[in-house]
Nanobody, 117 residues
Framework: QVRLMESGGGEVQSGGSLTLSCTGSGFTFSGKPMHWYRQAPGKERELVGF?????????EYVDSSRGRFTISRDNAKSTIYLQMHDLSVQDTAKYYC?????????WGQGTQVTVFS
């Protein structure tokens, strides 16, 4: 049974930092591209970035994340991380990790990040 579990969310003041984790189980984590998404209240879910397992972990980020967010992975722990710096109120959202296996998308339950000014 494929399972993704996010953790590390919480409340942080604007300008602060937070690191989220997502641990996978039930599938071969190594080699699997992993994605971070977020969904703010009243908005559609949007991609934050992703990490492959190629070349030491190639990453891509959307414009709103680039330069402030860093995705990394630890295959030994079947875990990816999302380090977030210089957070703003606009980063308030529920953050999800996602992967696709044999054409099926799998999502975690999400972890809430609330940034206050």
């Amino acid at each position: 049974q494929v399972r993704l579990m996010e953790s590390g969310g919480g409340e942080v003041q604007s300008g602060g930092s937070l690191t989220l984790s997502c641990t996978g189980s039930g599938f071969t984590f190594s080699g699997k591209p992993m994605h971070w998404y977020r969904q703010a209240p009243g908005k559609e879910r949007e991609l934050v970035g992703f990490i492959t397992d190629i070349g030491g972990g190639y990453q891509e980020y959307v414009d709103s994340s680039r330069g402030r967010f860093t995705i990394s992975r630890d295959n030994a722990k079947s875990t990816i991380y999302l380090q977030m710096h210089d957070l703003s109120v606009q980063d308030t959202a529920k953050y999800y990790c996602q992967t696709t296996i044999s054409g099926t998308q799998y999502w975690g339950q999400g972890t809430q990040v609330t940034v206050f000014s």
